[in-house]
């Protein structure tokens, strides 16, 4: 029987957020809990209060190239390890998962703001990748084939690559590593994970269950920092692969240095969701779809549906979208009821109210206004309510721009064909949906979309693992995707093996210098 997570460890985490004097983070390096040397540290501020929960460090050289040194040495015997050990510590991980879930969710809520049924998704959507994993055995197969010549066989191995790494952002802390590091260790490699300095907590507790999970020391490493530690990582010549997923600006220079060193990357990035309403639609369900993945995460999520299309007379559906979106409570994450919990930083804040202000000042008409809202016990935090903008054209900067926040703007087209039009324009490819009851609508939807992702009567069209998620265009840098069969593609390498066994001697008077035709 597995021994849960309750443990004096994570007791001690979890205490910390109510102690009167901020406790620090620590590094996880060779299977160890290690707290660091700097000087230079990261305050992380509780987004409903701003209060600081924690602080974080900016690790140094010499801690980041142990974690490496840790994962290069472990690597030597994890990789020859049986996969069915390595698929068995899946099976418990996904376990401890299940059974802390409420404990990873409250620490999700603490540090980063969604609601705690929001949080709990975070955590299952992940759990879902690492229950994939276990199949992995059968995804790694290698291929053969006999007889390719006389007396000749070659058959193929699936490999894994050695150290990887992964840079996860702030909006989903327990899913996104989750994408990462149980694919990457499952295939035989070993992993460094940096979260985001805005939320390392739900990473630091995985890596508690991935101890009692049964998980060698060094496998998997955990480093903290800022743009030191992306760069160490992107140029660190034993680290053989790069998984990101965050912004526009840290995405493509990950991609270009790391891949400036020969390293591997996937790189998922920002987002421009259009979700396109028919006048056949089913009404209330239409609306209450657009409203949940407009809002919901207070708009921060990489896959949120944050533009609309009205198609014809489907605009006239606008100010009953408003009177729902009206009715969402925006209050702290923990507080029960809750839909929208508070944005990430009052630097987040700012900027969603600019471009909202931008979009008002280019001629765009604000439905709803989220920017006054106030709760009460929380005047401190980074609240942003639910705001609606209308009549968007797009050249507006709130079309253009990934807003990030609880915003959902609204454009026109006449027909089906004007709203394809208005999305493959658009530079960004992560989703898109539509909303509609006719199957020939639908189909041409699908067939004609330039969008990596698509969702029909389906609001955030994100794939199960036994998929790959598979933004595109603007949204991605990489030819393989996070998890699914792609994932494990990214993750290992093809060694492929040709053997000769005569059955009689030949014997040669003169060696053959002609290219060998293997007949």
């Excluded at 053969?144 to 989903?172: C, E, H, Q, R, W």
């Excluded at 992306?230 to 912004?247: K, L, Q, T, W, Y």
């Excluded at 369900?285 to 007379?313: W, Y």
């Excluded at 658009?426 to 699908?446: C, D, H, L, S």
């Amino acid at each position: 029987m597995l021994r849960l997570i309750g443990n004096e460890g994570l007791r001690t985490m979890m205490r910390s957020y109510s102690s009167s004097a901020a406790p620090t983070t620590k590094m996880f390096i060779d299977g160890k809990f290690v707290e660091s040397k700097t000087k230079d540290w990261i305050d992380l501020h509780d987004p409903a209060t701003n209060e600081v929960v924690t602080r974080v460090p900016k690790c140094t050289q010499a801690e980041m190239e142990s974690a490496v040194e840790s994962a290069k040495n472990a690597f030597k015997t994890w990789s020859q390890t049986s996969i069915l050990t390595r698929q068995q510590i899946m099976f418990r991980l996904q376990h401890l998962i299940k059974e802390n879930m409420g404990e990873l969710a409250k620490n999700i809520t603490k540090e980063q703001g969604k609601t705690l049924v929001d949080a709990e998704g975070d955590v299952l959507r992940g759990l879902q990748v690492v229950e994939h994993c276990c199949s992995i055995p059968s995804l790694q197969l290698g291929e053969t084939l006999p007889n390719v010549a006389k007396d000749m066989d070659t058959y193929s191995y699936t490999l894994p690559l050695g150290v990887t790494a992964g840079i996860t952002p702030f909006n989903f802390p327990a899913m996104i590593p989750l994408w990462m590091f149980p694919v990457a260790i499952t295939c035989g490699n070993t992993s460094i994970i940096k979260p985001s300095e805005r939320d390392p907590g739900a990473t630091m507790m995985l890596m508690e269950m991935l101890n009692e999970a049964g998980c060698p020391p060094g496998v998997v490493n955990v480093i903290h920092g800022a743009h030191d530690s992306v760069n160490f990582i992107c140029d660190h010549p034993d680290i053989r692969a790069v998984s990101f997923v965050g912004s526009d600006q840290a995405g493509k220079y990950i991609y270009e240095r790391a891949g400036r060193n020969g390293k591997r990357v996937q790189s998922n990035m920002g987002a421009k969701n259009h979700g396109v309403i028919m006048a056949d639609a089913n009404k209330e369900n239409t609306l209450n779809q657009l409203a949940g993945a407009a809002f919901g995460a207070a708009g921060q999520r990489c896959m949120a549906l944050s533009t609309a299309i009205f198609v014809g007379d489907a605009k006239q559906w606008i100010p009953d979208l408003v009177e729902r979106a009206k009715k969402l409570k925006v209050n702290a994450g923990h507080v029960p009821g809750t839909d929208l919990g508070p944005v990430i930083s009052p630097q987040s804040k700012d900027r969603i109210h600019s471009l909202i202000q931008s979009g008002i000042e280019e001629g765009a008409k604000c439905a709803l206004d989220g920017r006054g809202v106030k709760v009460p016990n929380y005047e401190k935090g980074n609240f942003v309510g639910p705001t609606i903008l209308t009549d968007v054209q797009a050249h507006m900067k709130c079309y253009r721009e990934e807003i990030f926040g609880p915003v959902l703007v609204c454009l026109n087209a006449e027909t089906i064909d004007d709203a394809i039009e208005m999305i493959n324009k658009n530079p960004y490819g992560n989703g898109t949906a539509i909303f509609t009851t006719n199957g020939a609508t639908a189909r041409k939807f699908v067939n004609n979309i330039d969008v990596g992702q698509v969702g029909v009567n389906v609001p955030i069209p994100v794939p199960l693992p036994m998929f790959s998620f598979t933004g595109s265009r603007g949204s991605f840098l990489g030819d393989q995707h996070f998890y699914g069969k792609q994932g494990v593609k990214f993750y290992t390498q093809t060694k492929t093996v040709t053997q000769l066994w005569r059955e009689t001697d030949v014997s040669h008077t003169k060696a053959a210098v002609a290219m060998p035709t293997m007949k």
